[in-house]
């Protein structure tokens, strides 16, 4: 029934395009893309910093490889949020790459972070991440998803929050908030939906 391939790792666009190119060449040796019977695209995660690596041209030529969406991790637009999450990169270079990516033809898939950032900074957390989809331009082909923040309890994350005097939100609330203002942002044929990360754990 899936008509489409997934690059099953966190970050598996990283690795330098030259390899990437042989690495595409041999999926494409073995499904067969772009025919009428095969399979439609190819979907993959991409770091903000591996973002930060490629140019549009090197997206131009993922999509010729028939890359078709490229998920990203944004979490937050606010920058205190994001740096409480200890995640490589900013919310400013994740609109850079989507920019690269989109200018290369290819969609994408934005992640955000419902609860993040704790009830101190949930009103920025919400107005910058809504402002950071607005200014991506996204629109037909490319998705918002909302996950709703689950707190390891062996992480630092929560001893962070507390020393950024904020504490727990309940998530219910901003996911709301982040999903109806995520429909507004972006531009028709663009969808918003909601990341289970439970399900991508084994
Ligand atoms: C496979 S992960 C990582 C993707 C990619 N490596 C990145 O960081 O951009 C995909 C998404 O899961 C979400 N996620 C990770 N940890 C989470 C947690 N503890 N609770 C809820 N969502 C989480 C984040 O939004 C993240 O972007």
Sequence with gaps: MRKSLFLGDANALVIAQARLRELLSIVHDEFALGGSHGLKGIYAFLDIFGAEQKSASDYRELRAAHVRRIYLGLESGNAEVFRLLNKPGSPA??????????????NVGIIIL????GTRLAQQH?????AALASMNLGPGDIVYISPLIVPPDGSYAQQLHEAA???????????????????????????ALYHIEEFIY
Aim: include cysteine.
């Design 126 to 130: 919400v107005s910058h991440s809504l």
């Design 166 to 192: 904020s504490r727990p939100l309940h998530v219910v609330r901003q996911l709301e908030q982040l999903k109806a203002g995520a429909k507004a942002v972006c531009a028709p044929g663009s969808k918003v």
């Design 93 to 106: 270079a994740c609109i850079e790459a989507v920019r690269a990516i989109k200018a290369g033809g290819i």
């Design 114 to 117: 419902a609860g993040a950032g």
